[in-house]
């Protein structure tokens, strides 16, 4: 399968707790997307790389919020000190630079309790 | 602020017939738009895309039509198969900028067999 992954899928945990998610792209794009989307909305956008370089954040990724890219491949997204409303799906997405077209993954849906 | 609308939140049409699922946006600096096509527990799929520089595009049994003018943006699918059934979610980007797409809260359609 050559498509976006991620991992876990499902994440359940307790409030005030660290989680990290991993995203690995497509492996020829160079851009790489995350979203956040809740019930009943569409995904918003959190923040992209082109290769290694974190390049946008959205005002919606708190200081709690991190993202990495080290090598321009694979991505982490951590969430620390977790809060109920960060309760939602996360997805990733990667395109080339010049092709608009982003191919998403299943998503991982955190749950805080 | 919602920069793209998608009003009407469900859909039923019967199978064989045309599904016409609409889209508005407001922000005039988007100049490429697509639908991407979800079910549930997994991540978006892309559909169909079109650039501002054009007002219609066609893949088989999916056609989406640009109005520039009026800032408004529509899919349709004939014939529609049961198979369809699904969320579908507008997106508009802005490709002079980091490509980020923004969604609308998307469309719930039936076919009906």
Same mark, same amino acid.
């Given at each position: 399968d050559t498509g976006v992954s991620q991992d876990p899928r499902h994440k359940i945990t307790k409030r005030g707790q660290n989680v990290t998610f991993r995203c690995d792209p497509i +492996?020829?794009?160079?851009r790489l997307y995350w979203y956040r989307q809740t019930l009943g909305q569409g995904p918003e956008f959190l923040t992209y790389f082109q290769n290694e370089a974190q390049l946008e954040k959205s005002?919606?990724? +708190?200081?709690?919020f991190s993202a990495e890219r080290p090598k321009g491949s694979f991505s982490t997204l951590e969430i620390q000190r977790?809060?109920?409303?960060?309760s939602a799906m996360y997805l990733c997405a990667s395109s080339f630079v010049s092709i608009y077209e982003q191919f998403f993954g299943p998503g991982t849906r955190l749950t805080v309790l | 602020d919602q920069q793209v609308k998608q009003n009407s939140p469900s859909l039923s049409v019967q199978e064989g017939r045309i599904s016409i699922l609409n889209c508005d946006y407001? $922000?005039?600096?988007?100049?490429y738009f697509l639908w991407y096509k979800k079910y549930p527990a997994e991540g978006p799929t892309f559909l169909i895309s079109i650039s501002s520089i054009k007002d219609k595009n066609e893949d088989g049994r999916f056609t989406v039509f640009l109005n520039k003018s009026a800032k408004h943006l529509s899919l349709h699918i004939v014939?529609?198969?049961?198979?369809?059934s699904a969320v579908y979610f507008c997106a508009a980007s802005h490709?002079?900028? $980091?490509s980020k797409l923004t969604f609308g809260k998307g469309i719930t359609l039936s076919v009906r067999p």
């Open positions: +492996s020829e794009h160079n005002r919606l990724l +708190s200081d709690r977790t809060e109920q409303g960060d | 407001t $922000n005039s600096m988007f100049d014939p529609s198969q049961p198979g369809d490709t002079g900028a $980091n």
